[in-house]
């Protein structure tokens, strides 16, 4: 990247493309459990046990091929979170909270990084495995934050719904987490867990999914709830637009979780679920996002005028 000025649709653009690289390296992880490779390479960083090997040799077979590619994507998805950082400080309006975000970005992939080496280290134990997802998950989310806040100003925000309606739309934010925390559990005690050997959750299986499944339907209910609310409060249409985009994703990744479930979670459906999984963070965050309103030129406005003012929409 060069390090000249970089304009806010340049930097928007990086930001987009980290997002999508967080998304990506959810699905490859999750490619790398579903084929019993979690532990292709036995040690970590290196792929082999032998300290002057730190690749792959023709004799290990294809799982640890699986491992290492994962694992080299993380270079990838680090290089573009620099590129993140590069872009925050090189915009023609430098912004404390874009530079901040954007260093959330390198903090987490390194993260990632050592979390994914105590997950090779603990023979894949469940309790590992599942802090490595949410920790993709809450880096999913921040990415969202990075590219949201890129395109908005730098006013002060001016809250665009009711108050309760935004105290519902945390409480939805709220219910997704809990959803995805339970989600891990799941994964932990069933048949795919990265290597045959590993270790998993000593819990009932069919007790967990159904609890995962009663959470799933908790928060389509409060997704609905929170579109009728809306709708009927007259909020801006970006807000509406994007409770409905979050339901466009919680129907079909609810279904899934059903036929899978149903169907002895064949692994092409897991790793459907997984990347819904990834895309029920991005749209209920942006979701979030919507329901207030930041821009250069509004006065900073008291709470209570803002939220009994009609709404304004803004574009992203």
Request: aromatic share 8%; with cysteine.
């Amino acid at each position: 990247m060069s390090l000249q000025a970089v304009s806010p649709l340049v930097a928007r653009r990086v930001f987009l493309a980290n997002l999508v690289a967080q998304i990506g390296i959810v699905v490859t992880g999750g490619l790398v459990r579903l084929t019993d490779s979690g532990l292709g390479c036995d040690t970590w960083p290196r792929c082999d046990s032998d300290t002057s090997n730190w690749t792959p040799h023709e004799a290990v077979g294809h799982h640890a091929y699986i491992e290492f590619g994962n694992r080299m994507l993380t270079y990838v998805v680090g290089a573009i979170a620099v590129a993140c950082v590069v872009a925050a400080y090189r915009m023609t309006v430098r912004r404390k909270d874009i530079t901040t975000l954007a260093w959330i970005q390198i903090g987490t992939v390194v993260g990632q990084a050592l979390l994914g080496g105590i997950t090779v280290l603990t023979d894949l134990h469940p309790m590992a495995v599942a802090s490595h997802l949410l920790l993709s998950m809450l880096l999913i989310a921040s990415a969202v934050a990075l590219y949201e806040r890129s395109g908005e100003g730098d006013a002060p925000a001016r809250f665009a719904v009711r108050p309760e309606i935004r105290w519902f739309g945390y409480g939805t934010l709220g219910l997704a987490g809990a959803l995805i925390v339970i989600g891990t559990v799941v994964t932990g005690s069933g048949p795919h867990a990265g290597d045959l050997k590993a270790k998993r959750f000593d819990v009932d299986i069919d007790q967990i999914a159904w609890l995962h499944a009663d959470l799933a339907f908790l928060l389509l209910g409060a997704a609905v709830a929170l579109a009728l609310a809306l709708r009927v409060t007259d909020a801006p249409q970006a807000a509406q637009t994007r409770v409905w985009w979050l339901l466009a994703v919680l129907i079909p990744q609810g279904l899934i979780g059903y036929i899978q479930y149903f169907n002895g979670l064949p692994e092409w459906m897991v790793l459907t679920h997984m990347l819904g999984a990834a895309l029920t963070v991005v749209t209920t965050t942006r979701a979030l996002f919507a329901l207030r309103i930041r821009d250069d030129h509004a006065d900073p406005a008291p709470e209570a005028e803002a939220e009994t003012r009609e709404p304004v929409a803004t574009s992203y």
